[in-house]
């Protein structure tokens, strides 16, 4: 399975990077915006994304994937700051299938993704 | 500035260093901050607009954020590389976004915007001079850091 992570932080890439190879995905690529990632999109079955990035925020990113006929199907697991209520809500509405609030343990992430996978 | 607005960045710096980083951070007495003596090697500011206004900063020295980088990527960090730098901007951002949560259960409306680092050796941290500072003394294992908070916040 090829997953994008998109995150602006290097530390949290490698983070989610570990984790993931260590649930056995070594098909990882990476981006560091949401403008970034539309360029890496090919071939990619999951995408794991930061909401506070520059260019292109991870909330305009998933709009725009989600508007896209190639890639709408994408499940997408956001991993963010932003923990209000409303940004939670309006995540969803755009089209976020799982939301993982920072500071997140390594078992929070494992655990969304594999729900993820399962479906 | 009132305790109940400080009280929320305490709590999520404890939050993000205990979670990412597997640290205690002890919490020492906050004060005014009235002068320049607060010294660090590396800062990460994030700027708060909205109805909260002005900036939130952590500033360490390298020995710590080595460590609590290293103990992030599960790796040895002896040097201060763009993996430590980035790592005190995360921090501050997980710091802004978890105090942003609570304040705006308290009916306060603001937006964060993206980490500042800056790095060098024993630097005087900048600070918006305009609001009062207020500064929060940390210690892990022995080492200080610093949480600064200067905000105005409208009356209510
Ligand atoms: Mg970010």
């Known amino acids: 399975m090829k997953i994008i992570v998109i995150d602006d932080s290097m530390t949290t890439r490698r ?14 690529v990476e981006a560091e915006n949401g403008l970034d990632a539309l360029t890496k ?16 925020d ?35 509405k755009s089209g976020v299938s799982n939301y993982i609030v920072k500071p997140f343990t390594k078992a929070i992430l494992e655990e969304k993704v594999k729900a993820i996978i399962s479906n | 500035m009132n305790v109940e607005y ?3 960045f305490i ?18 007495k906050p004060y005014l901050r009235e002068d320049n003596t607060i010294r660090s090697d590396i800062s990460g500011s994030i700027g708060i607009a909205g109805e909260v206004v002005g900036s939130v900063a952590l500033n360490f020295p390298e020995s710590l954020a080595m460590k609590i980088t290293g103990n992030m990527l599960d790796d040895v960090v002896n040097e201060v590389n763009d993996y430590v730098r ?36 024993n630097l005087n941290t900048m600070y918006p001079r305009d609001f009062p500072c207020v500064v929060v003394p940390f210690t892990i294992d022995g080492e200080n850091f610093f949480l600064e908070i200067a905000l105005d916040f409208p009356a209510k």
Do not use: C, R
């Not at chain 1, 794991?48 to 292109?56: F, G, I, R, V, Y």
């Not at chain 2, 997980?94 to 050796?121: C, D, N, R, W, Y």
């Open chain 2, 86 to 121: 980035d790592t005190v901007g995360e921090i501050a951002n997980m710091v802004a976004g978890g105090a942003k949560k609570t304040l705006l259960e308290k009916g306060f409306h603001l937006q964060i915007a993206l980490p500042i680092v800056i790095s060098g050796h």
């Open chain 1, 41 to 56: 999109m090919d071939g990619i079955q999951l995408i794991l994304t930061d909401w506070n990035m520059p260019e292109m």
């Open chain 2, 11 to 28: 709590a999520s710096t404890i939050n993000a260093l205990s979670v990412m980083a597997a640290v205690n951070p002890v919490l020492g």
């Open chain 1, 15 to 28: 983070i989610i990077k570990n984790t993931l190879n260590q649930l056995g995905f070594e098909d990882i």
């Open chain 2, 6 to 8: 400080i009280n929320p």
């Open chain 1, 58 to 92: 991870g909330l305009t990113f998933v709009k725009t994937v989600k508007s896209s006929v190639a890639y709408k199907n994408i499940p997408i697991i956001m991993i963010t700051t932003e923990a209000g209520k409303d940004d939670i809500i309006e995540a969803i």
